[in-house]
């Protein structure tokens, strides 16, 4: 069993302050594979130090100069390929081709703001184009400073990818917080970093949890800026200890996302669709769509063709190339899943597939994939986001009423339309609030692209030049032109 009871700071791996340990658990086998420190405030006190010894060096070094680094980070993980897909799977649980599809979203991450930095370098000191009485502005765009990093378990290596590459790339230096659910995948970081010369104190890994790390990160008056991505619940703490000090904070949170079938839609496709939205990862994806909304005329086949294809899902080992669904990645996480389960049965929801329609494996800490109907739009399954491979469908009349229910939430994260004709399903798209959406399409991540969406579900917005500017301030220089 791997004991993990330093911390990457400076380039060296160093004794942690804290005192306790956290198991780190494989949970289909459900047995501990690693131990993690906890972590302590004095930690974070060493981690910000060396970031900020490292800050102006870091800066002066140029664009050019940091996509290199960043290029060799792509490089290396991509070299690391299949060591990490087969890691992420034993301490995330999910499948292989899915652990696949992160590591190279991780790796075209690396690639694109490699070249974002030298885009960055080449427009530093550009000219306003008016100017007044021969007085001139120039632009520059200077790196926010040391930025404290924090992510979830559900996606290692993809969601410290999309803030550690944008960060590096815009001159910051950096103070990263894995979970202390998932933090294996992620030391690779620290190997990479060694392996390809970076700097000392320009990527600091400090591993423990929110007692004893994440709220001394947030706290420090060293950090100049906090990017977040988890619950609600810890968003809002994050964004209330940046407040103290008047930090910048962007944050990724819940997602509550409706898929759109319209009454032109083509039932087999639609129910791919539908399927690959909500049960990919075991419905542990901010993004997940997890409220059908269905034109009633389609309804009844379109229901009986996802329970046909939830039947068909195959649970089990998410090592075994014929898995197509893996187990939840935490007991936590199970038994979070499992009480909107017993809600459901509260609220006397209708099941059209359950764990009475499923016999689970003997191990692994898993949840049926499930799916009711005619959910009422008050209950707490259609409103709450429960993280896991519950769909709620409710039918409608008409376009309109769709737009209207899926827009009737707290969140605005990301959303899906699904139409025989691809200007209709356009069109009603762009109805929609929602940060991305997609229609005809199952759903795809690029860098380019931004990520982050409307009402409690982001501040700010990650991936594309809006990924870069999260961690850039503006600076005019005025003078004689």
């Given amino acids: 069993m791997q004991r993990l009871i330093q911390q990457f700071i400076d380039n060296r791996w160093v004794a942690s302050h804290g005192s306790r340990c956290l198991p780190v658990l494989d949970p289909y086998r459900q047995w501990q594979i690693a131990e993690v420190t906890a972590g302590a405030p004095a930690d974070v006190e060493a981690a910000v130090t060396a970031a900020r010894r490292a800050l102006p060096a870091w800066q002066a070094l140029g664009g050019e100069a940091r996509a290199s680094y960043l290029e060799a980070f792509a490089s290396a993980l991509s070299e690391r390929r299949e060591t990490l897909?087969?890691?992420?799977?034993?301490?995330?649980?999910?499948?292989?081709?899915?652990?696949?599809?992160?590591?190279?979203?991780?790796?075209?991450?690396?690639?694109?703001y490699a070249g974002q930095a030298r885009a960055l370098e080449a427009r530093q000191g550009r000219l306003v184009e008016h100017d007044v009485d021969g007085v001139a502005a120039r632009i520059y765009e200077d790196p926010a400073g040391?930025?404290?990093?924090?992510?979830?378990?559900?996606?290692?290596?993809?969601?410290?990818?999309w803030k550690i590459a944008p960060a590096l790339a815009a001159g910051c230096t950096v103070v990263f917080k894995p979970s202390e659910v998932v933090p294996l995948p992620e030391l690779a970081l620290t190997e990479i970093a060694l392996e390809i010369g970076l700097p000392p104190g320009v990527f600091n890994l400090v591993l423990g949890d929110g007692e004893g790390i994440g709220a001394p990160l947030c706290a420090h008056a060293g950090?100049?800026?906090?990017?977040?991505?988890?619950?609600?619940?810890?968003?809002?703490?994050v964004m209330q200890a940046a407040a103290e000090g008047s930090r910048g904070v962007s944050l990724e949170l819940g997602g509550k996302s409706p898929i759109l079938v319209l009454d032109d839609a083509e039932i087999d496709q639609a129910?791919?669709?539908?399927?690959?939205?909500?049960?990919?990862?075991?419905?542990?994806?901010?993004?997940?769509?997890?409220?059908?909304?269905?034109h009633h005329s389609l309804a009844e086949p379109l229901y009986a063709a996802l329970g046909q294809r939830i039947d068909a899902l195959r649970l089990g080992d998410p090592l075994a190339d014929d898995t197509d669904m893996g187990p939840m990645t935490s007991v936590r996480q199970r038994e979070n899943v499992e009480r909107y389960l017993a809600i459901a049965?509260?609220?006397?929801?209708?099941?059209?597939?359950?764990?009475?329609?499923?016999?689970?494996?003997?191990?692994?800490?898993?949840?049926?994939?499930?799916?009711?109907?005619?959910?009422?739009?008050?209950?707490?399954?259609?409103?709450?986001?429960?993280?896991?491979?519950v769909l709620c469908a409710r039918s409608v009349v008409s376009e309109e009423e769709a737009i209207e229910l899926a827009n009737d939430s707290d969140f605005g994260l990301a959303a899906t339309v699904i139409s025989g004709d691809t200007e209709r399903a356009r069109r009603v798209g762009r109805a929609l609030r929602a940060g991305s959406v997609w229609f005809n399409s199952e759903q795809v991540v690029m860098p380019e692209a931004s990520w982050g969406g409307f009402g409690r579900s982001s501040i700010g917005r990650e991936l594309g030049p809006w990924g870069l500017s999260a961690y850039l301030e503006m600076k005019h220089l005025i003078g004689p032109a």
């Avoid at 897909?85 to 694109?112: F, P, Q, V, W």
């Avoid at 191990?363 to 491979?389: C, K, M, N």
């Fill in 146 to 161: 040391v930025v404290g990093l924090i992510t979830p378990w559900n996606f290692p290596l993809v969601t410290s990818a």
């Fill in 85 to 112: 897909m087969h890691l992420s799977s034993i301490n995330n649980g999910k499948t292989l081709a899915e652990a696949a599809i992160d590591l190279d979203d991780a790796i075209a991450c690396y690639r694109y």
């Fill in 345 to 389: 049965t509260e609220e006397g929801l209708t099941a059209v597939r359950d764990a009475r329609h499923r016999k689970l494996p003997a191990q692994g800490e898993f949840v049926a994939p499930t799916l009711y109907r005619d959910v009422p739009h008050d209950s707490r399954l259609w409103r709450e986001e429960i993280f896991g491979p």
């Fill in 223 to 237: 950090i100049n800026k906090l990017s977040f991505t988890g619950s609600n619940a810890v968003g809002e703490r």
């Fill in 271 to 294: 129910a791919d669709w539908v399927m690959a939205g909500i049960y990919f990862n075991s419905g542990q994806i901010c993004s997940a769509t997890s409220r059908l909304i269905v």
